[in-house]
């Protein structure tokens, strides 16, 4: 029947069998074509057209039309050039525009629309179908009526890292640097101005954690006046200079009770001769109020600036077009405590624990005993995936209906058991946890790590496992909000000086491409960068993970491997030396890269 609805002929099969399984394509034939013996003639079954038979259907109520629309906006994308059927990973969504496009579907429609339901419900028809089985969305996060100065109670982010400080003694394994060329033509003290406008617009770079005589702690938001920027200025003879000058900034430790957790510096090269070379920037940033998705804004804030400063110094009208945020850190901060009490806490701890009650320390051996301490001490190794690999990874995660994580992380799991030989198996990875739209405008730490367990099936073909992954992936990120300190207080592990609390392995996928797009959110909107040219351009020394960049910490974990996502796939496997001879690591990767290649075979 040619009248037959595709759509909800697909919405049915994705929801009773496994993504891998479900067709490229639906064929309507008047029957099926037999042979003499009665058996199906498949050689005599029309060929499917795959080019035209994923028609674009356009939306049929006002519901699905809103929802086309925040989709194409937040894929920057012509909302005509695809229809209610057609899957927003597809369309080139990934997981950090899956945050975004959850939060703004819950402000347009009216209901809870989670990350979660995105990975299953990947269609315009498919989310819009589950709306009436949804709650009302999360209310606003409020603005305190405090002044900036006036404590307040920190979050359960910033707790823990000002935990880990002092336990420390003051470290610098959770420093952030960043280090970038500064463009040609970019005038220097435009561009100060415009990081002072992005340090003043966002409290969390200007706020301290301080320590009442009780014992209570709570954070302080400086005045720009009283704190300003930091900015430093420094020659270099080279490359080698350069390197050990930003290595050095960034192993200096910020006094988190005193001085804002934020600073710059500026690097002239200077050739021996005295002529000028390029400009180089380092950023220097405290986890505590700074992560990844943080990095991201702040160059899309700081192009802003640059140009209405630009604008002005030219002689036009000089106006601010960034939006005042309508919360700041601290706002999340108090919210954030209220929300994680009570029933939602009770709910969030009974998932977790009974999941992660009893579990041994997954350790895979090591070629030395380990310290009776954490040693932070690491070591990178990175490597390659060929153009070609990638791109069939790539493939392969779209057969199977999860995001290239799920096959990479389900690929890390069988190097795990490989070497352990076990099946129960326990990875620490990190989730932006912004599920709130109010969130996605602000710099600050709202990171969080899940514990991600998975029991290993030896009798699942490869698609399966990673299909299995992808779903517990969806499933631990509805349970995501739990902080993972609360977590670890909650099953009151034995004392182990020794280890990382709970997880001794990580693993992430930075996926670099979605900054390419060139929007920033401004008050749960997106808009298009105002300066064409980018100001600063990532350098090798900055900390994402490049083998011979920045010195490593392995921020007391035995292993994490980070891959980065670019025409190709790059791995980093930093690891605790205390533990491992590089050798040891080398096979690590090695095992890891087979199994990929494995996985790249499958049809």
């Known amino acids: 029947d040619s009248d037959v609805d595709s759509g909800a002929v697909f919405e049915q099969l994705r929801a009773k069998v496994p993504s891998y399984m479900v067709p490229a394509a639906l064929v309507p034939v008047q029957a099926l074509p037999r042979k003499i013996s009665g058996k199906l003639d498949v050689g005599a079954l029309p060929v499917p057209q795959l080019g035209m038979t994923r028609e674009i259907v356009p939306p049929r109520d006002d519901q699905e039309a809103r929802a086309r629309r925040v989709l194409a906006e937040v894929l920057d994308a012509d909302p005509e050039a695809f229809g209610i059927n057609d899957d927003f990973f597809d369309l080139g969504g990934n997981s950090i525009l899956s945050i975004m496009l959850a939060s703004r579907l819950s402000s347009e429609l009216g209901r809870d629309i989670s990350v979660a339901d995105i990975f299953r419900h990947r269609t315009v028809a498919g989310l819009v179908g589950i709306l009436g089985s949804r709650r009302t969305p999360t209310t606003a996060i409020p603005r305190m009526a405090e002044r900036p100065d006036t404590p307040q109670v920190l979050s359960f982010q910033q707790e823990w890292l000002w935990f880990v400080d002092r336990h420390e003694g003051g470290t610098a394994s959770y420093n952030i640097h960043l280090c970038y060329h500064v463009a040609p033509g970019v005038a220097r003290c435009l561009l100060e101005d415009s990081f002072r406008a992005v340090y003043e617009r966002h409290e969390a770079l200007r706020t301290v954690i301080r320590e009442r005589p009780d014992g209570e702690l ?116 108090a919210w954030q405590r209220e929300r994680l009490a009570g029933e939602r806490l009770a709910e969030l701890l009974k998932y977790w624990t009974a999941r992660l009650a009893g579990r041994r320390p997954l350790e895979l051996p090591p070629d030395r005993a380990r310290p009776r301490r954490l040693d932070h001490r690491g070591e990178r190794l990175v490597f390659e995936i060929d153009a070609d690999t990638s791109a069939a990874l790539r493939r392969l995660a779209a057969q199977v209906g999860v995001g290239l994580f799920s096959v990479l992380l389900s690929a890390y799991y069988l190097m795990i058991r490989t070497f352990t030989g076990r099946n129960d198996l326990l990875v620490g990875v990190p989730v932006a946890n912004r599920s709130h739209g109010q969130t996605h405008d602000l710099i600050g730490c709202f990171i969080n790590t899940l514990a991600l367990d998975f029991e290993v099936d030896a009798d699942d073909d490869v698609p399966t496992l990673i299909e299995k992954v992808g779903a517990r992936v969806a499933e631990a990120q509805e349970h995501g909000e739990l902080p993972f300190a609360r977590l670890v207080k909650e099953l009151n592990l034995p004392v182990d000086l020794s280890r990382h609390p709970l997880v001794q392995l990580w693993f992430d996928l930075h996926s670099f491409t979605h900054t390419g797009t060139g929007q920033v959110t401004h008050g ?39 891959v980065l996502e670019g025409e190709t796939l790059v791995g980093t496997l930093t690891y605790a030396v205390s533990l491992f001879e590089r050798g040891t690591v080398e096979r690590f990767a090695n095992v890891f890269q087979t199994i990929l290649k494995q996985f790249a075979m499958v049809k």
């Open 524 to 562: 749960g909107r997106i808009g298009d960068r105002r300066n064409g040219a980018a100001l600063l351009q990532h350098h090798p020394l900055d900390g994402r993970p490049t083998e011979g960049g920045s010195a490593a910490t392995s921020k007391g974990l035995d292993l994490g491997l980070v």
């Open 218 to 333: 709570h954070q302080v938001v400086l005045h720009p006046e009283e704190a300003p920027l930091t900015v430093g200025h420094a020659s270099v003879n080279g490359a080698d200079e350069l390197a050990t000058q930003v290595r050095q900034d960034a192993s200096r430790q910020f006094d988190l009770a005193s001085e804002p957790p934020f600073r710059i510096t500026f690097y002239q090269e200077v050739a021996q001769g005295g002529s000028k070379g390029r400009v180089y920037l380092g950023v220097f940033a405290h986890h505590i109020a700074f992560d990844g998705w943080s990095a991201d804004l702040m160059l899309h804030e700081l192009e802003w600036f640059y140009a209405d400063l630009s604008q002005g110094r030219a002689g036009g009208a000089m106006t601010p077009t960034l939006p005042e945020l309508a919360i700041q850190y601290r706002d999340y901060a």
